[in-house]
């Protein structure tokens, strides 16, 4: 049988990953929401709403990376979820580069188009649908 401090050690773990799952996915929930919104405010020609939304778009960012990299230590960082981080720092990276086109009124038809292809890949490997 375990002892009493290694099941307490456990149970301490579990409530990390938990606590830090919880983060990583609330701020999955929000973070297309929020780009969209800032996207559809830069095209209105409201770029200050834009700019406050890419300031809490930032913050949802850190959180997103910080939760998932803690997650990776929690799992032992297995290739598919290593893989799907590296995705989701490109996509946090195309969709600053959508938004600071779409700020500046260029054309972003095909970032916008490559910033829905790679979230709709890493939503699928987060739940799991597309794994190796």
């Known amino acids: 049988m375990l002892s009493h401090a290694i099941l307490k050690y456990l149970e301490r773990m579990t409530g990390m990953y938990d606590m830090l799952f919880a983060s990583h996915q609330g701020a999955w929930a929000f973070l297309p929401i929020l780009f969209l919104i800032a ?8 770029p200050t709403g834009g700019r406050i ?10 959180i ?7 997650l990776l230590f929690e799992l032992g960082f297995p290739a598919s979820y290593v893989i799907k981080g590296i ?3 490109l996509l946090i990276g195309f969709m600053e580069m959508t938004l600071g086109k779409a700020k500046r009124g260029e054309g972003v038809a095909v970032w916008l188009t490559v ?3 790679i979230l709709v890949v890493v939503v699928l490997m987060g739940f799991g649908v597309i794994a190796f």
Do not use: H, P, T
Request: aromatic share 16%; net charge positive; no cysteine.
């Open 39 to 46: 996207f559809f405010l830069y095209r209105a020609g409201k």
């Open 53 to 62: 939304l890419r300031i809490i778009l930032g913050i949802f960012y850190i």
């Open 64 to 70: 997103m990376i910080v939760s998932g990299v803690g």
């Open 87 to 89: 995705l989701a720092i």
């Open 115 to 117: 910033v829905i292809a």
